[in-house]
């Protein structure tokens, strides 16, 4: 069974900076893609970035050049660093594992973007 946890979330002022941490477990085989959604009060769960087994990245137009996405393959972590931080980045940050034509997702972490 996959599991997948999340850290790194909380309260930060516009213009900062925070790093959301996805460490997954159980039995999962090297070709995957991983991946942070998020999900803001009435609005859709969207696309942040993702990450290939190999690196291949893609971000969200809203979040590119900003959010930078990576992995470390060995430990089973996904990493996404948010700089420039905006209120309107406030939401709840998911991780998503997805090989095999499945999908496994964290229990979400709250990031919240306010003076």
């Known amino acids: 069974q996959v599991q997948l946890v999340e850290s790194g979330g909380g309260l930060v002022q516009p213009g900062g900076s925070l790093r959301l941490s996805c460490a997954a477990s159980?039995?999962?085989?090297?070709?995957?893609?991983r991946a942070w959604y998020r999900q803001a009060p009435g609005k859709q769960r969207e696309l942040v970035a993702s990450i290939a087994a190999g690196g291949r990245t893609d971000y969200g137009e809203s979040v590119r050049g900003r959010f930078t996405i990576s992995r470390d393959n060995a430990k089973n972590t996904v990493y996404l660093q948010m700089n420039s931080l905006k209120p309107e980045d406030t939401a709840v940050y998911y991780c998503n594992l997805h090989f095999i034509g499945l999908d496994y997702w964290g229990q979400g972490t709250q990031v919240t973007v306010s003076s």
């Open positions: 159980g039995s999962i085989p090297g070709i995957n893609i």
